[in-house]
């Protein structure tokens, strides 16, 4: 069972994921510290959390590390399977913001 199963087959874990998705949408922040809690599994959460910033979809804050910032490849309709590693035909252009798309959301 690959990081992607062991959030999306367990409700709670996907839950916390997109409670976390939802916070990066509407304030540009998210507890991390609460996410990775409910993982609860050290491996799923060093592999969830390099997918995420390897995406530049999260940055730790500098001064509070507990916090993840909507990085700058973060795109707001990003889906919940996508931010869990999931590609779906046709959702290429989830995963990289235009540059369009980087300015609105900086700007909103």
Known sequence: MNWTERILDFPVRAAAV???LKDLRAHGTADLNA???TLNESGLCREALEYWTGNAWIELAPNAP???L???GFVPRLTLRNFCGEAAEGDEDVFFASEEESKDHDNA
Do not use: E, Q
């Open 66 to 68: 507990t916090i993840a």
């Open 35 to 37: 996410v990775l809690a």
């Open 70 to 72: 909507a990085g700058p």
């Open 18 to 20: 997109d409670d976390f």
